[in-house]
């Protein structure tokens, strides 16, 4: 006979009570000496840390505080040591280019419009209305002024969705631009348009900058 399967789907044999306690109360554990329910924590410590001390870079750039951004500034933020942040980071430039890696990471979905021209047209619409995002736009500049670590962090994604879209079009049997001087021609402008000049990228911009790249 199969064991019984409880929400969270781990097995609970019989000879485990302990586990067959857990999961039958739903994820509640209940302390054999005491009675007394404790719920699981979902994710871990690590987890727990790396969410609080994102959130208190966050928060904190969106006060204008970037110039006073320091390890314990941050830890008294978040809630947690300083030892424990530099033990994980070692540094300020480190960190910020871990919250740029995994905010740029996957926040734009690869379009698929059929043709490389409408594929690129409408990443490009993307990528500069997440740009024109405030919140975006003060950790991008925080972590490009830490140097070429938070630099590459900001565009490393952002390089690898073009390199699909350009992989796709080769394998309808295109001919398309190599990935450097595509995004030379597209994110260059774009981040300067976003970052120095803070105007606007409408679909009209976005046409006439994909046109300039095909010819």
């Known amino acids: 006979m199969r064991a019984p399967y409880c929400s969270d789907r781990c097995v609970c044999p019989e000879r485990s009570s302990k586990r067959s306690d857990r999961c039958n109360s739903g994820g509640v554990e209940t302390n054999s000496s005491t009675g007394n329910a404790t719920r699981a924590r979902p994710g871990g410590r690590s987890a727990r840390v790396r969410y609080a001390v994102h959130r208190a870079v966050t928060e904190l750039l969106a006060e204008d505080a970037a110039e006073s951004l320091t390890i314990p500034v941050i830890a008294a933020r978040a809630g947690v040591h300083a030892t424990t942040v530099y033990r994980r980071w070692g540094s300020v430039p480190e960190l910020l280019a871990d919250i740029a890696s995994s905010r740029f990471s996957g926040d734009v979905v690869v379009p698929d419009t059929g043709s490389l021209p409408g594929d690129l047209e ?22 490009v002024g830490t140097g070429a670590l938070g630099s590459n962090a900001c565009v490393a994604d952002r390089h690898a969705q073009l390199a699909a879209i350009l992989d796709r079009e080769r394998s309808r049997g295109g001919d398309p631009p190599d990935v450097e001087r595509t995004a030379d021609l597209l994110l260059g402008p774009l981040y300067y348009r976003a970052v120095f000049i803070d105007l606007p990228a409408g679909p009209d911009w976005a046409r006439t900058l994909v046109a300039g790249l095909l010819g």
């Open 122 to 143: 409408r990443w490009v619409e993307q990528v500069a209305t997440d740009l024109a995002d405030p919140d975006v736009l003060k950790l991008m500049r925080a972590a």
